[in-house]
């Protein structure tokens, strides 16, 4: 199911300022060689995240889904001096991957990148989060989101991408593990007397959340 007009989403593209060399590299490179090439952030979607970032001014970045890396590199480029961003990714050969290119970023000092599962990661990592993107496994999203809320700082914002899954949130009755968990996370977020949110129709869907 086609959420965005083609046409709109091909405009949106043309308008939208171009990646640098790096992020035109990633992709290229992605599009290329992996399977799962669907799964890039892409240039429109990866400038909003740099935006925010830049506009936030963040210290400390923590990403939950690294896969190739584009996402996490465009989330660095708002980091404030001294800032971290911590990006943490199951898989060992996308780590790798992602790895390879932070090593060719401006910010590379300041990417830190983990490999195994989020919930065991996140709670050892000591810092209060000014910006989190959630992009993970669609049935674990409850689960992040109830381990980072705590942790926000007070200017903290949560991005949480795919929260359409490909349009299947939309469809009746709900099919398939991952639309259901999607579905079911929106739903959780919207009841949260915690935090105010607000769903973007850029690319497959992103919810911004902030605490009240």
């Given at each position: ?94 780590a790798q991957t ?86 079911a996370f929106n ?26």
């Open positions: 199911m086609d959420i965005i007009h083609p046409l709109a989403e091909a405009y949106s593209y043309a308008i939208t300022s171009d990646e640098d060399e790096l992020l035109q590299l990633i992709y290229e490179q992605t599009s290329a060689k992996h399977p799962k090439a669907h799964m890039l952030s892409g240039k429109v979607q990866g400038q909003f995240l740099t935006f925010v970032s830049q506009m936030l001014q963040p210290k400390y970045v923590l990403e939950i889904g690294t896969f190739t890396g584009y996402s996490a590199v465009c989330l660095a480029k708002g980091l404030q001096y001294g800032g971290e961003l911590h990006t943490i990714e199951l898989r060992d050969a996308d992602a790895q390879s290119y932070f090593n060719q970023s401006k910010q590379k000092k300041e990417i830190h990148l983990h490999i195994g599962e989020a919930l065991s990661i996140i709670p050892q990592l000591t810092h209060n989060w000014d910006l989190v993107f959630i992009d993970a496994d669609k049935t674990g999203y409850i689960d992040y989101y109830e381990l980072v809320v705590p942790l926000l700082s007070k200017k903290g914002v949560i991005i949480a991408d795919n929260v359409f899954f490909h349009g299947q949130v939309l469809e009746q009755p709900l099919k398939g593990k991952n639309a259901i968990a999607i579905d739903k959780h977020v919207a009841a949260d007397p915690r935090t105010e949110n607000v769903l973007l129709s850029v690319r497959d869907g992103l919810l911004l959340i902030k605490k009240k």
